[in-house]
């Protein structure tokens, strides 16, 4: 058993893998009280501090809501961010997926700054931001969130919507109004504005990206022709779904703000 655990573990997409194993353990040690929670947030005036504590532009988005938010928050992290690296249509690269985070993070560290609301932990931003990217694919399909049936397209509306039922949901909701501002966004200029409105696609991968992805892991080899490429199966659809998540895994409870 623990062998199968270990070869499903290192068959995981590497991405997803891997920033899902990190948000574990981070979450874990600082709610834990290992590691001072206050060190990985957020903090613009830090981040602009000399010498710059840069790395918190990354673990802003690697802490979850403490106690089942660590499990929940963790497992759709993967999810989301595996289903984006095996089988979104315009993130059929690694480096694709890799520039795909990167604007996702950066403008929604963007629109926390502007807003003037400095969250100190993104995760859930994120999550929502991944959550959107996988929905608006699958039109035409319905999932069961909640024990409601709705289309695929609207489950991060119902993420957001959810939340006001708990103490804090407010806030909560504002803090995904970023993810869902910086994934539309994404989808606006990679998608919408180059099919419908007949423009350039103002977000194609930077070729330092995909030197810089390529150097550090090789490529995926292509197929050969006429075999099916890996995970192509994962975007068939009959027209019904039962949407992104298992059953056993669609309700959260109440977030709570670290600190």
Request: glycine share 10%; hydrophobic share 45%; charged share 10%.
């Amino acid at each position: 058993m623990a062998e199968l655990s270990t070869d499903a573990y290192w068959r995981a997409p590497p991405i997803a893998r891997t920033v899902a194993t990190a948000t574990f353990g981070l979450s874990v040690a600082v709610y834990t009280g290992l590691l001072d929670g206050g060190l990985f947030m957020y903090d613009h005036r830090l981040v602009l501090w000399i010498p710059p504590q840069l790395w918190r532009l990354v673990t802003c988005f690697l802490i979850t809501l403490p106690n089942l938010g660590i499990l929940f928050d963790t497992f759709h992290m993967y999810i989301y961010m595996s289903r984006l690296e095996r089988g979104h249509p315009r993130l059929s690269r690694r480096e694709d997926f890799v520039w795909y985070l990167i604007f996702i993070c950066g403008t929604i560290l963007i629109l926390n700054h502007l807003s003037g609301f400095d969250f100190g932990l993104l995760t859930q931003a994120l999550i929502l931001a991944m959550a959107y990217t996988v929905t608006q694919e699958q039109r035409g399909q319905t999932t069961n969130y909640m024990f409601i049936n709705i289309p695929s397209q609207l489950v991060p509306f119902a993420m957001m919507a959810i939340n006001l039922f708990f103490p804090g949901g407010i806030g909560m909701v504002l803090l995904q109004l970023h993810g869902l501002v910086a994934a539309h966004l994404y989808l606006f200029l990679t998608k919408i504005w180059p099919e419908i409105g007949g423009g350039r696609n103002w977000l194609e991968t930077p070729a330092f990206i995909t030197t810089l992805v390529n150097g550090v892991t090789p490529a995926p080899p292509r197929p050969a022709v006429g075999a099916r490429a890996p995970g192509t199966a994962f975007g068939q659809s009959s027209g019904a779904s039962r949407g992104p998540l298992p059953d056993s895994w669609r309700t959260r409870g109440p977030g709570h703000r670290l600190g």
